[in-house]
């Protein structure tokens, strides 16, 4: 017996929640719309699923065991005060769940008790500090989202994110494209994006957008890093970030950003 090939993407989000649709794998209580929320992503060629959690009720796969708050995709979109938050979680995890890591018992053999107090009193003292400056840092941070926010409502149809990198007449071409592709089955659009090395995971509206950025901007390479992982892009950042990639047993955390003219485009082929 074969087991399915474990390439891919596998990768945490953390974001506000953008409706109150989503449930929490956790507690099973819905997740209210702008409330702090971590995911699991798996994210393969043909699979896609998408575990959503309140950031208290969060689970860590064992594949994140030594992810750093960092490693979690679109943690640099949240105010600073949830970034430490988040971050307090994911340390708190990693050490109730995966307490027998031999590199934390070599840390503890070569510490006397009386200097990892000092550690700890002088991180406390560190977090106090920085989050009296996150403080006012927040608030700034604040008005900036809400202003995005309501850019965003002021437009009548859902933009796709990629629009942000887009000119007037590259909007108006890929609007035209999207009419087109409608008329097409989701299993024709899925194919069309396999003969180019595209991810076929999505609804339809979904397919149709990749296909026609595709067409436009042309197909965006895997990253050249380890050539595992397919970069995603950040529309507030303007920025693509590849999340890394599983590969045989462990997840290689990639998190190398590309400006939106680093990565290499490759002409769509049509079948
Ligand atoms: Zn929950
Ligand atoms: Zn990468």
Redesign the pocket.
Same mark, same amino acid.
């Given at each position: 017996m074969k087991l399915p090939s474990l390439e891919g993407d596998m990768f945490m989000t953390a974001a506000y929640a953008p409706s109150n649709r989503a449930t !929490?794998k956790? !507690?099973y209580?819905k997740?209210n719309k702008e409330e702090l929320r971590l995911s699991n992503i798996v994210d393969e060629d043909h699979y896609h699923q998408e575990h959503h959690?309140?950031a208290? !009720?969060f689970q860590l796969k064992p594949a994140f065991k030594n992810a750093t708050y960092k490693d979690i995709f679109h943690v640099e979109n949240l105010s600073k005060a949830d970034q430490e938050k988040v971050k307090a979680i994911l340390e708190k995890l990693q050490k109730s769940e995966f307490k027998k890591k031999p590199q934390q018992k070599k840390q503890i053999q070569n510490q006397n008790k009386v200097n990892q107090k000092k550690i700890i009193d002088e991180d406390y003292k560190n977090t106090k500090k920085q989050s009296k400056k996150v403080e006012k840092k927040e608030k700034k941070l604040e008005t900036i989202k809400k202003k995005s926010e309501s850019s965003q409502n002021e437009s009548d149809d859902e933009e796709s994110d990629v629009f942000v990198l887009y000119d007037k007449a590259q909007k108006e071409e890929f609007r035209k494209i999207q009419k087109e592709l409608e008329k097409k089955s989701a299993g024709q659009l899925k194919q069309m994006l396999k003969a180019n090395d595209q991810k076929q995971t999505g609804n339809k509206g979904e397919l149709i957008e990749r296909i026609a950025d595709c067409m436009i901007k042309g197909c965006l390479e895997k990253c050249p890093n380890f050539s595992g992982g397919r970069p995603k892009f950040n529309p507030i950042q303007k920025i693509f970030k590849c999340p890394g990639y599983m590969d045989d047993t462990e997840f290689r955390f990639c998190n190398k950003v590309f400006g939106p003219k680093d990565l290499k485009r490759i002409p769509w082929i049509d079948v």
């Open positions: !929490c956790g !507690c209580a997740i959690f309140h208290d !009720c």
